[in-house]
């Protein structure tokens, strides 16, 4: 009996975890109130986007943030690492949040009330400007069921304005919509202020 609750157990796992990557799964749907943010006169939108559909223009921004951000606190190692991160960045199993700022947030109004009656558009205008993405997967840590976050990046100038802290709120909410169990991510030792965001700002 043991053994086939722990068979059952794995299946229903399993399950869990294959609805939650379905490529047709829109994470957003359930947290329209999470496509757009506003801090001190700046305006940012969200799109979704999976690692076997990016653009040429988001892998070349992908790896150029990355090396912008994290070069240093990989050092020595960063060569290495980055040819790991380039392969991860377009796995069909990477699911993307990026993060837009808008030249128009009243344009950006008129194009989500469009969306709810079935567009896809979230960012209004081609002159939004890409400023950031969290690259997360569904995937089995310890035998359970966690969405674990790969990258949190954004562009130095957009720090420091709720950003973060917002993203990660919405990452919980996806977690839990998708029965995962725990939101999990690694942070290198030397990479002092996102130790901080984490422990300090998220607690």
């Known amino acids: 009996m043991k053994r086939k609750e722990i068979i059952e157990r794995k299946k229903a796992i399993s399950e869990i975890i294959k609805c939650a990557c379905a490529p047709d799964r829109d994470h957003f749907s359930s947290f329209s109130q ?65 993060v837009y700022e808008t030249v128009d947030s009243d344009a950006y109004r008129m194009s989500e009330t469009v969306g709810e009656r079935g567009s896809q558009t979230v960012c209004a205008s081609d002159k939004d400007t890409i400023v950031g993405f969290v690259h997360f997967r569904f995937t089995l840590e310890e035998e ?42 690694t942070v290198q030792k030397e990479n002092f202020s996102a130790l901080n965001f984490y422990t300090s700002k998220l607690r």
């Open 34 to 98: 999470f496509r757009h943010y506003e801090y001190n006169g700046h305006s940012f939108c969200l799109k979704s986007g999976c690692g076997d559909k990016l653009s040429s223009k988001l892998k070349h921004y992908i790896q150029n943030i990355l090396k912008v951000n994290m070069e240093r606190v990989y050092g020595s190692e960063w060569q290495a690492e980055e040819k790991t991160k380039r392969k991860e960045m377009v796995s069909p199993e990477a699911r993307y949040i990026f």
């Open 144 to 185: 359970v069921p966690v969405l674990y976050v790969y990258e949190l990046q954004l562009e130095p100038r957009v720090q420091g304005k709720g950003l973060g802290k917002f993203l990660m709120q919405l990452i919980e909410l996806i977690a839990c919509e998708n029965r995962m169990s725990a939101v999990v991510l």
